[in-house]
């Protein structure tokens, strides 16, 4: 996806992965995985994230897989934001450099639930628990993501 993500104190842009389906556990979050692709909040500029969540790793525990860089011009620029899904490691990168990267342990779904299909969402929130820890600047706003292209693509089977 090549996009240009708002910033501001306040704002929590992200582009994430939740499941079609709550099949294992509890039937809810996070049993059944999240992958962020790209998570931005405003009052921390240009530090991009990417992370997975689920019933073993995630930041309620503060043990999520998580995946951290530095983008100087990340809400005044459009970047490829990427990411590549296979049934042993989720990756992600920024502009075609790897900035994070998680491994299946083959421990069973808890700590790997990545092995149906997830749908993508693209969301800029206000405030919130993470977005809204250093309050919110009202004149900051209005904000927007600006998307240029989303493209997703399925490997062939081995």
């Not at 104190?9 to 979050?29: C, F, K, Q, V």
């Not at 995985?33 to 503060?62: L, Q, W």
């Not at 920024?94 to 700590?111: H, K, M, S, V």
Request: contains cysteine; glycine residues 10%.
């Amino acid at each position: 996806m090549r996009a240009r993500i708002p910033g501001g104190r306040g704002t929590w842009p992200a582009i994430w992965m939740l499941p079609d389906e709550n099949t294992y556990g509890n039937h809810s979050w996070p049993d059944n995985g999240e992958i962020d692709i790209m998570e931005h909040v405003g009052y921390d500029p240009n530090v991009i994230h990417a992370s997975t969540h689920c019933k073993s790793y995630y930041f309620r525990t503060n043990n999520q897989k998580t995946g951290v860089t530095l983008v100087p011009d990340a809400t005044t620029a459009f970047h490829v934001y990427a990411i590549e899904w296979t049934p042993e490691t989720i990756t992600a990168e920024i502009d075609g450099q790897l900035y994070f990267a998680a491994r299946n342990e083959g421990t069973g779904w808890q700590a790997w639930p990545w092995d149906k299909p997830f749908h993508v969402l693209l969301n800029v929130a206000v405030g919130g628990e993470w977005g809204g820890q250093k309050g919110i600047d009202e004149a900051a706003f209005p904000q927007q993501m600006l998307v240029d292209y989303v493209r997703i693509y399925q490997m062939k089977k081995r």
